[in-house]
């Protein structure tokens, strides 16, 4: 089992910029992929960005440029560093992880049926 703990969320204005952090405990083996899933009311869950695999990090369009994702293994953190907020970027921000899938790489759909932390509110007000 691992569980996962986010924190950094908070309101900002557009154009402010925030870290969310997410501290995995438990069985680490199990996190060799991680990413973050943001979900606004109304809406469908939707992947932001996920690292791990042994290609590069991948993104959404719409946060690529804005958003990085990065992850401490010594730390067991994982970190998403968002930039230029937006309005629309308002949502409930999730960690997720999961093993790496075939050939090493990161796959979202094994991500979905993967581990979940309880999320983190981010609002950015215009």
């Known amino acids: 089992q691992v569980q996962l703990a986010e924190s950094g969320g908070g309101s900002v204005q557009a154009g402010g910029s925030l870290r969310l952090s997410c501290v995995a405990t438990?069985?680490?083996?199990?996190?060799?992929?991680m990413a973050w899933f943001r979900q606004a009311p109304g809406q469908e869950r939707e992947g932001v960005a996920h690292?791990?695999?042994?290609?590069?990090?991948e993104y959404r369009d719409d946060v690529t440029g804005r958003f990085t994702i990065s992850k401490d293994s010594a730390k067991n953190t994982l970190y998403l560093q968002m930039n230029s907020l937006k309005p629309e970027d308002t949502a409930m921000y999730y960690c997720?992880?999961?093993?790496?899938?075939?050939?090493?790489?990161?796959?979202?759909?094994?991500?979905?049926?993967?581990?979940w932390g309880q999320g983190t509110q981010v609002t950015v007000s215009s």
């Open positions: 997720a992880a999961a093993t790496l899938g075939s050939r090493g790489y990161c796959y979202w759909s094994d991500l979905v049926k993967g581990f």
């Open positions: 438990g069985n680490i083996a199990n996190t060799a992929c």
């Open positions: 690292i791990g695999g042994i290609d590069a990090p």
